[in-house]
């Protein structure tokens, strides 16, 4: 998947309601893509998604301060979402979603 598609999937993930695990890991996405489908997931009330892992972006070592605090957004108020797979870099915002994912785990 490329930078493109991204937006595309965040588009189509704001109306969605039945994936459970997205995992687009080792893709060809940036922070900005990231983040616009964390908030399109945020957005969207009826999301039924679990799971959500995509590390290993080429290129991308660090998604940067505003990718990972629209990842905390989403996983506080969707507490569905028991697994979130990527390295956090901020620590204040790496406890946020550690304590997110840890209440909607229980």
């Known amino acids: 998947m490329m930078k493109p598609q991204a937006h595309e999937l965040a588009e189509a993930l704001t109306v969605n309601a039945t994936v459970r695990i997205l ?6 996405l940036d922070p900005s893509g ?3 489908i964390a908030e399109a997931l945020q957005a969207n009330r009826n999301s039924a998604l679990e ?6 972006q080429r290129g991308v070592h ?7 605090q629209a990842l905390a957004a989403l996983v506080e108020k969707n ?6 797979g990527f390295t956090c870099s901020d620590n204040h915002l790496r406890m946020t979603i550690d304590k997110a994912v840890l209440r909607n785990n229980d």
Request: with cysteine; proline share 4%; charged share 30%.
């Open 23 to 28: 995992n687009i890991e080792s893709n060809n």
């Open 79 to 84: 507490t569905q979402l028991v697994k979130l």
């Open 51 to 56: 799971q959500f892992r995509f590390s290993n």
């Open 62 to 68: 660090d998604f940067g301060r505003p990718c990972e």
């Open 34 to 36: 990231i983040k616009r």
